[in-house]
């Protein structure tokens, strides 16, 4: 029995031994060193995250899908978010052949700026753009446009409107014809009828001391109803020469 106990007392004795030569040493502090300034060459050095840089192309395309708010134009423009300044000089000068469409009321129609002195001045543009493409709206449900079959190779009309630089309409200029002549008069009286300003800027002045701009219309068949009145899809363009 007394051997039985001190042999016990042995193996407590050596498991204690063990157990003190198992423990790890307790990790020693960073050199102060390692806390000292430096420069970073390399963001993974600080971060685990993606740290891959947007090519030029892909951040104006990100722009382009997310345009940042600017101010109102000074002139009210149609549809509201839309026609900020930046976002009609983005228009032509990133994506020049976009299009942009017009309010719910006119959901078949189109419009776009055709030059950078038109982008420069989108409230003068807009409100050009409105008042034409609503009167040419109200001119295609009348007849004899309304039930005017559309040929497939019917041609834009192209013509120059030169306003005073009090912005009353002077003078209309045919530059194209689009091959119907009741088309080509659905233009001019939507012109007549819609291209005036009160409140014109004076930097689009052309050389001869009036505003000159350049008219784009084209019309396309879209739908027709049982007695063959029809409705058309509106494609205006305006630069300021």
């Known amino acids: 029995m007394r051997w039985l106990a001190s042999a016990t007392c042995l193996s407590a004795l050596l498991t204690g031994c063990a157990s003190h030569r198992s423990a790890a040493p307790a990790a ?16 993974s050095q600080v971060s685990t995250e993606d740290t891959a840089v947007m090519s030029l192309a892909d951040e104006q395309h990100a722009l382009a899908a997310t345009p940042v708010a600017a101010a109102t134009p ?42 950078a002195k038109a982008a420069e001045y989108p409230g003068f543009s807009s409100q050009m753009l409105s008042q034409l493409l609503k009167a040419m709206v109200k001119l295609e449900s009348k007849p004899p446009v309304v039930t005017l079959p559309l040929s497939d190779d019917l041609k834009p009309v192209i ?7 009090q912005g009353q309409l002077q003078e209309l200029i045919f530059e194209q014809h689009s091959g119907t002549a009741a088309i080509d ?3 001019i009286a939507a012109c007549k009828a819609s291209l005036w300003a009160n409140n014109v800027p004076k930097g689009g002045l052309a050389e001869d001391g009036n505003y000159r701009l ?8 879209y739908s027709a ?11 205006l363009g305006l630069g300021i020469l």
Request: proline share 9%; net charge negative.
């Open 28 to 43: 020693a502090p960073p050199p102060a060193a390692s806390y000292a300034p430096h420069v970073i060459t390399n963001l």
């Open 74 to 115: 000074s002139m009210g423009a149609h549809a509201p978010g839309d026609e900020t300044p930046a976002t009609l000089r983005r228009l032509f000068l990133n994506e020049p052949e976009t299009a942009r469409y017009t309010e719910a009321e006119l959901p078949h129609s189109e419009e776009r700026l055709l030059n």
């Open 159 to 165: 013509l120059t409107a030169v306003l005073s630089d």
């Open 185 to 187: 008069n659905l233009v």
């Open 214 to 221: 350049r008219i784009e219309a084209k019309l396309s068949h």
């Open 225 to 235: 109803d049982r007695e063959g009145n029809q409705t058309f899809i509106t494609r």
